[in-house]
């Protein structure tokens, strides 16, 4: 039996230059493998809690969230197909465990062999509040994990305009 149609790759999609880079690199070592892009997407009392209640409540409801966190998971998964890839579009809500259970938690329920993520993702300020999410996947994982770095060589990644970091922070 072919391993790519049998076995699929996690990979963790946040609309960033580095996951779109985590995708493409992806693509390129397992051409035609099957994968789910995750986008995990936190409720407002996780993003609350995430900063120690320093910060006002956030003014968005939980619905339009969900509703804005499947439209980042479809906007992964084209890239993925676009890339060569067999994908399916996949949300996860983030519980008061953090960002990198939730990742490795749907890993285990689709019995991924493979989890492939962006070394950065959008927020800087979100990094250094509750850690790297990337750095406790691989500490955490039982399976292994591929941490695609922002930069490749000789090239750099252009920053994220500001609107958008601080509309997915």
Known sequence: MDTKTTKRILIAYDGSAGARHAIEIAAALLPAHRA??????SPNAVLV?????????PTYDDDALQVEAAAVAAEGCSLANAAGLKAQPEIAEVTYQGT??????????YEAELI???????????SIVLGSVSRSVTQHAHIPVLV???QVRDETVVSE?????AATA
């Open 36 to 41: 789910i892009v995750l986008h995990a997407w």
């Open 49 to 57: 809690a995430g900063f120690g209640g320093m910060v006002p409540p």
């Open 100 to 109: 990198w259970h939730t990742i490795l938690d749907t890993a285990e329920q």
């Open 116 to 126: 492939v993520l962006g070394a950065r993702g959008l927020s800087v300020v979100k």
């Open 148 to 150: 695609v770095p922002l």
């Open 161 to 165: 305009p500001a609107e958008h970091v």
